[in-house]
């Protein structure tokens, strides 16, 4: 019998991952890339003795596959992708490929703004509770990778819009919905419908023996579960004062509700603090309470959680001015959160990449907390014409070190300088890390 060929087009994390557990399983794999192949994943892919290509796509081979899996980054655009849909060759995600051969349970977690930190209390809850877990999708390892390593009983991942879109049978144990806000509309034709599509694919395999753990509060996810097909059995979480939900807020009090469960906490004694660390912090709880987890083991996660890096991470004091790195907060919303849990004057470092951007949802947080704006970007006309009524002084800088000498220049004893820049970070770094890295590295040389 011949071997069945798979070809992956893209070799980030994700195509990586999916052609060594498709080595592994026993396919002819080829990996294309149209880019240059990162050093850490050619290396992985000569280890594992699989044939690849970079700055090319050889049509005679992608052609011959059986099936193909696409990374998340390719888009039904580009040419690569249009080619293989008039060759009607069978496409699947790196996700889709991965549950194939999944025998552990998965707790799924998506949503415009949160999924990192909500993906990474999860797994630290689980972690606590001495569960055989581990973590990874959008966010670490790859679930192809994970699931090629060895068994584990669960698998807290993060999904992103795009791995939702190549999904196909995926069904997750556990599905949180944590929020829906535009993002990423550039890919979506400008249609926020479309995006929101995306997100529900979450939940459209689940049955009743499977759980669907949303916010009570999002008024998208509501009014769009009337029109999407949910089958699972449905928990909200809210911070309203409204015990209708698995999780609510009476007074200063998080209580967390599940069949006969009930686990209470004092919003001062999470770990992580801010209007949307309390969404994060109910969604995980929620999820420990289906899992059965302790209510000892639940509270004390939330307690001793570590927060991300590059998620308003606190970076240094230097002449009594702060400074905060949130280089991951890539869109609208994330920047609103990080405005809201600031109580001090606020220097922000701003720009990059927009995705579409609807700047009109930051007016008032910007003319409440913000003083001045250090743009950092190629192209920073947006951010002038979005906020010059509402900020005094508004500065353009090319690259970090000029943004964040501006900055400190412009600040005082008990300002904050924050980096969220609201965009993408693609025209003059490499990914949001390397942002924050950088940020981070100026910082400390002041």
């Known amino acids: 019998m011949m071997q069945k060929k798979i070809v992956i087009i893209g070799s980030g994390e994700s195509g990586t991952g999916a052609a060594i557990l498709a080595k592994r399983k026993g396919y002819d794999v080829f990996v294309s890339d149209k880019g240059e192949i990162k050093d850490i994943y050619k290396n992985k892919l000569i ?4 044939a690849f290509e ?3 796509h050889n049509y005679e081979i992608i052609f011959s596959a059986d099936e193909i899996i696409k990374s998340p ?8 992708m249009k080619k293989v849909r008039e060759k009607n060759i069978p496409v699947v995600g790196e996700i889709e490929f991965a549950w194939r051969y999944c025998e552990g349970k998965v707790v799924a977690i998506t949503g415009s703004n949160g999924k990192s930190t909500c993906t990474s209390l999860t797994y630290h809850l689980l972690n606590k509770a001495g569960l055989n877990v581990a973590i990874g999708g959008n966010i670490g390892i790859s679930f192809a990778e994970l699931i090629a390593n060895g068994k584990h009983d669960y698998y807290v991942l993060e999904i992103s819009n795009f791995q939702l879109d190549d999904a196909i049978t995926f069904k997750p144990y556990i599905a949180i919905l944590l929020n829906i806000t535009p993002d990423h509309l550039d890919s979506y034709n400008y249609e926020f419908e479309k995006y929101i599509d995306s997100k529900f694919r979450i939940t459209m395999n689940q049955t009743a023996d499977d759980y669907f753990i949303w916010c009570a509060d999002d008024e998208v ?28 807020i009476e007074d200063s009090t998080i209580i967390i509700q599940f069949n006969q469960n009930r686990t209470t906490m004092t919003i001062n004694e999470l770990a992580l603090q801010g209007r949307h660390n309390r ?3 109910m969604a995980a709880a ?4 289906v899992l059965e987890i302790k209510s000892e083991t639940i509270r004390e996660s939330m307690m001793d959680f570590k927060g991300l890096e590059h998620r308003l991470e606190f970076v240094a004091k230097v002449h009594g001015i702060s400074f905060i790195n949130d280089s991951k907060a890539t869109n609208v919303n994330s920047t609103w959160y990080a405005l809201e849990s600031q109580s001090y004057p606020v220097i922000w470092i701003a720009g990059g990449v927009d995705k579409g951007n609807d700047y009109a949802l930051l007016n008032d947080m910007v003319k409440q907390k913000v003083k001045a704006i250090v743009c950092l970007g190629i192209d920073t006309r947006k951010l002038h014409e979005s906020f010059s009524k509402q900020v005094d002084l508004i500065v353009n800088t090319e690259n970090m070190e000029d943004a964040v000498q501006m900055a400190y220049r412009l600040g005082k004893n008990g300002d904050v300088v924050l980096l969220s820049p609201a965009c993408a970070s693609f025209d003059l770094f490499e990914n949001y890390e390397d942002r ?3 940020f981070k590295q100026r910082v400390r040389e002041l």
């Open 47 to 50: 280890k594992e003795g699989i």
């Open 54 to 56: 970079e700055l090319n």
């Open 73 to 80: 980054g390719v888009q039904e655009k580009f040419e690569v």
């Open 221 to 248: 996810i509501k009014e769009n579960l009337q029109t999407h097909t949910c089958n699972a059995t449905q928990l909200t979480f809210t911070l309203n004062n409204d015990p209708h939900n698995s999780a609510w």
């Open 279 to 281: 969404y994060n912090s």
């Open 286 to 289: 929620i999820a420990g309470q």
């Open 436 to 438: 924050g890295n950088q």
